[in-house]
């Protein structure tokens, strides 16, 4: 069974900086593709970053891109967000997500969400 889980949220000042974590386990790492999605209240949830197999392709949303950088750990099993120059429209619940490259059309194994905030 596959377990996906975030770690690394908190509460930060505009500006600032946060480096969210997600650790995969349960299935053969280098199958997957590894992605962030955040949801803000009262919001839908929407795509923030990924990486993609075979390459490791990066794609990160028009919002946050130049602020946040997605890499991941072979070594580690680990997916990491890391976000620089935070705004307050940056606050939301942080979701880790995977789905098996090739096979999977959707993400479709999330972790439990790890909430960000930005205020001063």
């Known amino acids: 069974q596959v377990h996906v889980v975030e770690s690394g949220g908190g509460l930060v000042q505009p500006g600032g900086s946060l480096k969210l974590s997600c650790v995969l386990s349960g299935e053969t790492w280098r199958i997957f593709d590894m992605g962030w999605f955040r949801q803000a209240p009262g919001k839908e949830r929407e795509f923030v970053a990924e990486?993609?197999?075979?390459?490791?392709?990066?794609n990160v949303a028009n919002s946050v891109k130049g602020r946040f950088t997605v890499s991941r750990d072979d070594t580690k099993f680990t997916v990491s967000l890391q976000m620089d120059d935070l705004k307050p429209d940056d606050t939301a619940t942080y979701y880790c997500a995977a789905r098996r490259a090739f096979s999977d059309p959707n993400y479709n194994f999330w972790g439990q969400g790890t909430q960000v905030t930005v205020s001063s």
């Open positions: 990486m993609t197999r075979p390459r490791d392709s990066v």
